[in-house]
């Protein structure tokens, strides 16, 4: 099955070497998820061998708390990629769990939301993927990670206030050592929340000068990501693909993409986008293309773009362009022509 890119996932370049400080051996890991060997030296792999590896992980420490405390600790930070520099070496822990959730966009599957609830900070976990939710020690080691930031940023002992988790995490006892603060299971869903005077705290590790040059590549990175996944673009991607069958509806549309209806307008109009101005976008897009092709007739390009008649595809396009399709293939053409004999 051909994966895309939000289908992969890039492994933090210290994983490896930080399973070998806790005695775990990565090929131990990798055979005990069923995958080949050369996943240890591939910085990029999917979703399902993602989990297969934390959950491999898991089992050969027995225990899923445990494990998540060991590796949380274990992480050197000297081993951090650029976006989680960035985090460390901000201003405050609250800057820095907003650069977090902020850049965590651009590493699924793991999606993160902080909100400030009176004398507190709340960070929630979901998943990029809904349908993919991830093993509950990936679930442990982001919150703890974040915790882990906090204190090394700060240099100081932080605890939290109150940590949840919707599904069971082993010895709870263990996490409570860690986090400092009474640890629920069964919750309705994962969250760490924090003392908001911790928030405050300045992180010793603060860089201006790095932030600098870090944050404006990040920012450009995140924007990049961000516009290849609109679901205004996939929805525009498919419709080209399939004007020509005919009569196009969201809920076609929504199919292919695995979404109801309901879901898939809802992220159209988050982004500022509506179904049918898309559709009038693409069928506009094409019809220019098309146009510049001679050897298409007009009733051939009005079918190509999902029209049923000529007619409906004419007053269309004078919406659009002003002109009949006719008119501006002749317009073209002219200035076309004007080009090559200047």
């Given at each position: ?270 982004e500022g986008a509506s179904f049918k101005q898309l559709l009038a976008q693409t069928r506009h897009e094409q019809a220019l ?54």
């Open positions: 099955m051909k994966t895309t890119a939000a289908d992969r996932v890039k492994l933090a370049p210290g994983f490896w070497s930080s399973l070998r400080l806790l005695g775990v051996s990565p090929q131990e890991v990798a055979r005990h998820a069923h995958l080949p060997l050369t996943v240890i030296n591939d910085p990029v792999v999917t979703i399902a061998q993602y989990y297969a590896i934390w959950q491999a992980y898991v089992e050969i420490v027995g225990d899923t708390a445990t494990g998540i405390v060991k590796l949380a600790t274990a992480f050197e930070t000297a081993q951090y990629p650029p976006a989680a520099l960035a985090i460390f070496h901000a201003r405050d822990f609250r800057d820095a769990l907003t650069r977090m959730t902020r850049y965590k966009q651009m590493c699924p599957p793991e999606s993160l939301c902080l909100r400030e609830e009176g004398e507190h900070g709340v960070v929630e976990l979901d998943w990029q993927h809904a349908a993919e939710p991830g093993p509950p020690v990936l679930v442990g080691i982001t919150l703890a990670y974040l915790l882990e930031l906090g204190r090394r940023g700060t240099g100081r002992p932080l605890t939290a206030y109150s940590v949840e988790f919707a599904h069971d995490m082993g010895n709870t006892e263990v996490l409570e050592v860690y986090f400092g603060c009474s640890v629920r299971v069964g919750a309705s869903g994962n969250r760490l929340t924090l003392h908001g005077s911790d928030l405050d705290r300045p992180f010793v590790s603060y860089n201006e000068e790095l932030l600098d040059i870090l944050t404006p590549a990040l920012d450009r990175s995140l924007d990049e990501q961000r516009s290849k996944r609109k679901i205004s673009n996939k929805v525009k991607w498919i419709l080209s693909r399939c004007l020509s069958r005919g009569r196009m509806d969201i809920q076609t549309v929504a199919n292919e993409l695995g979404l109801s209806d309901r879901t898939l307008q809802r992220r159209l109009t988050e293309a098309y146009l510049a092709d001679p050897s298409l007739e007009i009733k051939e390009i009005a079918f190509l773009v999902g029209y049923e008649d000529q007619n409906s595809f004419y007053r269309a396009f004078r919406s659009w362009e002003g002109e009949t399709p006719a008119n501006w293939r002749v317009m073209q053409e002219h200035w076309r022509s004007s080009l090559v004999t200047e």
